[in-house]
């Protein structure tokens, strides 16, 4: 099936929807927004610094048309879920959002109902628009990198008023391989202290349920869940969370879940390989005291 890829110039996310592709074809095409050169090798290139989703339906449908493609694929992203809707209506599409697992034969798997269920739809008609999930396919090896052309014919239908980048200390939550997250059960933001010296001993990071960030002991970018990040740390430490549909929805391809919480009833330990039902703040400084010494 001819693909093609609408992505920011990111390696991390090209690699994981260039994993996708495979599942449909050899070697997909690209549309991609930034300065920059395309990293990987692919059949087609087109390139362009705007990143206005709805300055660029109109552009991106033209090729669509032009080139007869199959699948598109983005991922879940400010991005894709800007030109997802808009590009289905233009192509008379199907679009499926969240996709997690594709199988054979166009069967899409996606989360539903706060991700306490999979659905399993079948695609019957090209194109098709789907947004990935980041985190849940291996992110592909990108060699070299692509020439491209220009994507011309832009509309300004929406003006950029202003962009501001947030600078995150340390690792990235959805580059940790270790991932040590407070919720409400923490109590104050100075506690989340003890949380940063117990990742620091993985050279992990912090994370933070929504009721945490709500109360203003964290900030928004630590937020884990349905509406924060997608994480898939191999263990993930969840200190006085308790355990949401939602913050379980952002944490569900995690490898191994450690729960540390003093309500026994906690939903947390549903989910958990490990639980520690305790006051965490009698047992995270032995847990980092034991890490130090056997290190």
Known sequence: MKTLIIENIDPKKIGELMTVSRLFCDIPDIIAL??????????????????VAANL????TAIIKQENYDVIL???STLGT????????????????????????MVIERPVYGGKAIIKQKL??????????????ETAKLEGTTESVLLDSIEQKV??????HEQTEGIPLEDADVIVSGGRGI?????????????????GAVGASRGAVDEGWASPTKQIGQTGKIVAPSVYFAVGISGASQHLAGIANSKCVVAINKDEDANIFNRARFGIVCDYKKIVPVLTQAIMEDR
């Open 124 to 137: 019957e008609s090209t194109p098709a628009i789907l947004t990935i999930r980041r985190k849940y396919f």
């Open 159 to 164: 003006k950029l008023v202003a962009e501001k």
């Open 82 to 105: 800007g030109l997802a809707g808009p590009l289905s209506v233009a192509l008379s599409a199907p679009v499926v959002t969240e996709v997690t697992f594709v199988h054979p034969d």
């Open 57 to 60: 339906v109109s552009s991106v």
């Open 34 to 51: 930034g300065e920059g050169q395309i990293p990987g090798l692919f059949g087609k290139a087109w390139q362009t610094d705007k990143t």
């Open 74 to 76: 983005m991922s879940v």
């Open 187 to 203: 109590g104050v933001s100075d506690n989340f202290t003890m949380l940063q010296h117990m990742a620091d001993q993985f050279n």
